[in-house]
């Protein structure tokens, strides 16, 4: 689905980052940052170009591809793993900061994800994260209909209980990002700190 998705021309959810990110990066400690379902690079592009050592996972090749054509155009390096996020191996204590911005992931492999997250952040690391809320699922404006792949306040902290939230909040904002997110959204934000 995702390869289908990105193989297009043009950038499926365009080239500007997370209005989120765009708005808190700075709360992630200059170093390394690890970008979970990275898609076509817009989020890790951004980063690199405010001095961050970026890696940016994601399942398709495709999208990979068109991540590191935009670094490429925007004059900065990112290092990309094509990788199942159900599997993926972030070591411990490597990552100054974690970005998972719109990763519907199902929430057995969400949790088990997480549980290697927490141990792969450095003390003092941050995790930055936008999801959709089921509240989602009413909209026709992105993110699908499958409410197990979305996110809540309580999940967040029931499965990234070992982080502490200086940021957690559910409220509805405008998400205009390429195509696939255009309007209204019921969406979640967090900021963690190990």
């Known amino acids: 689905m995702w390869d289908q998705r990105y193989g297009t021309q043009d950038y499926a959810y365009g080239t500007e980052p997370n209005d989120f990110l765009k708005a808190r990066f700075r709360q992630i400690p ?44 925007n004059n900065v390096a990112i290092e990309c793993v094509q990788a199942d996020l159900a599997d993926f191996a972030p070591g411990d204590n490597e990552w100054d900061g974690i970005i998972s911005i719109f990763c519907p992931l199902p929430s057995g492999i969400r949790r088990a994800l997480y549980a ?33 792949t979305m996110q809540t306040s309580a999940t967040l902290r029931q499965e990234l209980a070992g982080l502490r939230f200086v940021h957690l909040q559910e409220l509805e904002r405008p998400v205009i990002e390429g195509r696939y997110h255009t309007g209204l959204g019921a969406v979640v934000q967090a900021i963690a700190v190990k």
């Open 116 to 148: 290697r997250l927490e141990k792969a952040l450095k003390p003092g690391g941050v995790f930055l994260l936008e999801a959709y809320t089921p509240a989602q699922a009413n909209n026709d404006t992105g993110g699908g209909k499958d409410t197990d």
């Open 30 to 73: 200059q170093g390394r940052v690890l970008s979970l379902a990275e898609g076509e690079g817009r989020n890790a592009v951004f980063l690199a170009r405010h001095g961050y050592r970026v890696t940016a996972v994601d399942a398709s090749r495709v999208g990979l591809d068109k991540a590191q054509r935009l670094a490429q155009e």
